[in-house]
């Protein structure tokens, strides 16, 4: 092929008259570019570490205190107090320093000191400054003192010329909570879930538990956390996520729709972790036969595109630039126009990815190991990331808004199981019909941002460069007993799809704006409603969760709000009992409303408690000690998972004006096989997008009947807050 041949700088032949050199002129131009790229890469990071090191402070103020001290030197001042001539005193004699060279090194010398000192001074204000807390649990209306001064020193701190890891190293550690404070907590939150005999029962486990082996399991997560970065982190990305052997389709990967941000900054001025967006490209989940690892590259130069059964590598850069949105619009095209059929086994290759972790790894150690199958497994696991070319068509219709946007929901989370490469970091999925979104695997963050541009007229912007060299397809050789072990794979894959039901819903009676003005939190208002549909519809109570980052702390990442509480339960009961009175229904719901912002605050501050057990439970497993009351806390399922997307857009357009921007957010499949999945996103001022799964198979859960419940309650309380 053209382009295999323009990858090879020099080639030659041994002739009678000797060795015959042919070089490639456009292939030595190519590999001069390439290391000249990548140098400039390593140039910049370095400028960026440099930067990143002295923020808050810039190399132009080092210029400005050094001119300074020089411009007071030489109008014959002395703001030193003598430090220059003590400085100047100390150096060493030599004939080459003059007396006025030896001046203005003892004020070089000066001013860079004073510069250091300063921002040594200034980084440890503001770590100060970020372990106050303080702000999240005080009202608009109601600002102490104190967070208002904190808040306007916050704001002198913040800067223009801040990157995207300024402030790591300001970030507080994720504290520990003390035990007891966890252990009240937690009986605090089953309370609503357990008769009296059996919260008994709990009650003496976790007392037991608190007395005699928790200090020492204690002990260890406290020295964690003085030696590591976050002390949950890495044992939750490795135990919740890569060793489990459980298909990561559906159970673990999420989905989003288009023009979705989630990213969270409060008043523009506090800062999160910005450790998860370091995986962002070149990442891949790795199978193991125990537990997966994820695998990340510094640099990717290039796409992995799958297309009716066929990989493709799609190079980003050409002649040391990266390629225009034109150009790769030409490179996608060149795939599409492309007709040769797959090769045996390609087509369903990506379904080990779907499929049980284990049959993976072991048709990754036997088949892919070595030769053109390893080589285009590494070009797939070493790509920036994953498009997906479907050839199907999904998005809104205005006669079905159920069921297009439910199917659409699917054909993100899982696809048909095999044109999804599930290990990536994640996919970009575009369809027929030029509607796209994100498939993402979960262990290497919580949620990735994508954002993509188009011309009125459907094509991007600029011209095509000649000379680029096209896509190339990637070779397979993929043996029977391999093809076997991919469609033992896809089986296993597309009987967890097709039990998934999934119900998409946009809400639009009311919204943000109008629970705003009832004084009520929306989050706190959507989980109450959820809660209220769940007892209409099951009956009882049930353990809930909502996500909720941490990112306030250096590599946090999510703690569990446990939304089921002794005042929501009060509530829903309050709702149901005919003898209730409006005004003791409302006293009711506002109480319930401000404990679950409470339990969301403390969750934020890293007073949560789910963390904090799980993590107990992974030292008493290294211990090799059984805890009773431990075993009891992570076997409790969670029937009902919630989360809420949050959109950056807000404050970007007016959304009624600009119904285009407008997104559905995303979801995820059910955690529970009894249970409900729920996310939902808050948009602009009237509009709610609601994402619901569960499973088939459980004869309870019906998605559409959990969501329509919900709504109705929505209209419920609506209608009760006008009263």
């Known amino acids: 092929m053209a382009e295999a041949h323009q990858a090879v700088a020099f080639q030659f032949t041994v002739t009678p008259d000797g060795i015959d050199l042919h070089l490639s002129h456009?292939?030595?131009?190519?590999?001069?570019?390439?290391?000249l790229r990548s140098w400039k890469k390593r140039l910049s990071r370095m400028k960026n570490s440099i930067k990143t090191g002295m923020y808050p402070a810039t190399p132009s103020t080092w210029f400005v205190v050094v001119v300074a001290i020089m411009a007071t030197r030489y109008a014959r001042m002395e703001p030193s107090m003598g430090m220059?001539?003590?400085?100047?005193?100390?150096?060493?004699?030599?004939?080459?320093?003059?007396?006025?060279?030896?001046?203005?090194?003892?004020?070089?010398?000066?001013?860079?000191?004073?510069?250091?000192?300063?921002?040594?001074?200034?980084?440890?204000?503001?770590?100060?400054?970020?372990?106050?807390?303080?702000?999240?649990?005080?009202?608009?209306?109601?600002?102490?003192?104190?967070?208002?001064?904190?808040?306007?020193?916050?704001?002198?701190?913040?800067?223009?010329?801040?990157?995207?890891?300024?402030?790591?190293?300001?970030?507080?550690?994720l504290p520990v909570p003390a035990v007891k404070d966890t252990m009240n907590r937690y009986l605090e939150s089953v309370k609503p879930l357990m008769d009296d005999e059996k919260f008994a029962k709990t009650k003496v486990l976790a007392k037991e538990f608190e007395q005699n082996l928790a200090p020492r399991l204690q002990r260890y997560l406290v020295l964690k956390s003085w030696w590591a970065s976050n002390y949950v982190s890495d044992w939750w990305e490795e135990y919740i996520y890569l060793r489990g052997r459980t298909p990561i389709m559906v159970n673990s990967n999420f989905y989003g729709m288009p023009h979705g941000k989630l990213i969270f900054m409060p008043g523009g001025c506090v800062p999160l972790c910005s450790a998860q967006w370091e995986r962002l490209f070149n990442t891949s989940r790795i199978p193991g036969i125990e537990t997966d690892t994820v695998q990340h590259f510094k640099d990717g130069e290039y796409i992995a595109v799958y297309h009716c059964g066929r990989?493709?590598?799609?190079?980003?850069?050409?002649?040391?630039?990266?390629?225009?949105?034109?150009?790769?619009?030409?490179?996608?095209?060149?795939?599409?126009?492309?007709?040769?059929?797959?090769?045996?086994?390609?087509?369903?290759?990506?379904?080990?990815?779907a499929g049980d972790r284990v049959p993976w790894a072991q048709a990754r150690q036997t088949y892919f190991c070595r030769g053109v199958n390893r080589t285009s497994l590494d070009a797939v696991e070493k790509a920036a990331f994953f498009v997906a070319l479907d050839d199907s068509e999904e998005g809104l219709e205005e006669d079905d808004v159920l069921g297009s946007l439910g199917h659409y929901a699917k054909s993100l989370l899982h696809g048909n199981c095999y044109n999804r490469w599930f290990d990536k970091s994640f996919t970009m999925v575009v369809f027929q019909n030029g509607k796209a979104g994100l498939n993402a695997e979960h262990s290497w963050a919580d949620a990735p941002i994508i954002a993509h541009i188009y011309l009125a007229d459907g094509n991007c912007k600029g011209d095509v460069a000649p000379g680029i060299p096209p896509p190339r397809r990637l070779d397979w050789n993929i043996p029977a007993k391999c093809q076997e072990m991919i469609a033992m794979s896809l089986g296993v894959a597309r009987?967890?799809?097709?039990?998934?039901?999934?119900?998409?819903?946009?809400?639009?009676?009311?919204?943000?704006?109008?629970?705003?003005?009832?004084?009520?939190?929306?989050?706190?208002?959507?989980?109450?409603?959820?809660?209220?549909?769940?007892?209409?519809?099951?009956?009882?109570?049930?353990?809930?969760?909502?996500?909720?980052?941490?990112?306030?702390?250096?590599?946090?990442?999510?703690?569990?709000?446990?939304?089921?509480?002794?005042?929501?339960?009060?509530?829903?009961?309050?709702?149901?009992?005919?003898?209730?009175?409006?005004?003791?229904?409302?006293?009711?719901?506002?109480?319930?409303?401000?404990?679950?912002q409470n339990l969301y605050r403390l969750a934020m501050t890293g007073a949560g408690i789910d963390r904090h057990l799980f993590c107990l439970y992974v030292v008493s497993r290294y211990l090799d000690v059984d805890s009773p009351f431990l075993k009891e806390v992570l076997s409790e399922p969670w029937r009902l998972s919630t989360s809420q997307t949050s959109l950056q857009q807000v404050k970007l357009f007016d959304f009624s004006k600009h119904p285009e921007f407008v997104s559905c957010g995303g979801g995820f499949g059910p955690v529970a096989d009894d249970g409900y999945g729920v996310s939902y996103t808050i948009v602009g001022e009237s509009m709610m997008n609601f994402h619901v799964s569960s499973k088939h198979s459980c004869p309870l859960t019906v998605s559409s009947l959990y969501t329509f419940n919900t709504i109705a309650q929505f209209q419920w309380l609506y209608g009760f807050s006008l009263l």
């Open 84 to 173: 220059i001539d003590k400085i100047r005193q100390s150096l060493p004699a030599t004939e080459y320093l003059s007396h006025d060279s030896q001046d203005m090194v003892s004020s070089l010398l000066l001013a860079t000191g004073l510069w250091l000192g300063l921002i040594f001074t200034l980084r440890n204000m503001l770590k100060l400054l970020l372990s106050y807390h303080r702000w999240m649990f005080q009202q608009h209306a109601t600002i102490s003192f104190t967070t208002k001064v904190w808040l306007m020193i916050m704001k002198l701190f913040h800067s223009s010329t801040a990157m995207l890891y300024s402030y790591q190293a300001f970030l507080p550690r």
């Open 495 to 596: 009987a967890l799809a097709d039990d998934v039901d999934f119900v998409v819903l946009p809400f639009t009676k009311f919204g943000k704006s109008f629970l705003k003005s009832c004084r009520v939190s929306p989050d706190a208002f959507v989980q109450i409603a959820l809660q209220l549909a769940h007892y209409k519809d099951m009956g009882r109570f049930c353990l809930t969760y909502e996500a909720s980052m941490t990112r306030l702390f250096r590599e946090g990442r999510t703690e569990t709000v446990r939304s089921c509480t002794v005042e929501s339960c009060t509530f829903v009961r309050a709702m149901l009992d005919p003898h209730q009175t409006n005004a003791e229904r409302m006293a009711l719901f506002v109480r319930a409303a401000e404990k679950h």
């Open 311 to 353: 990989y493709f590598r799609l190079w980003l850069y050409h002649a040391g630039r990266p390629l225009s949105a034109r150009e790769l619009q030409n490179q996608f095209q060149y795939i599409l126009d492309d007709a040769s059929p797959p090769s045996p086994g390609e087509e369903q290759l990506a379904a080990l990815t």
């Open 26 to 35: 456009e292939a030595l131009w190519q590999v001069y570019q390439s290391g």
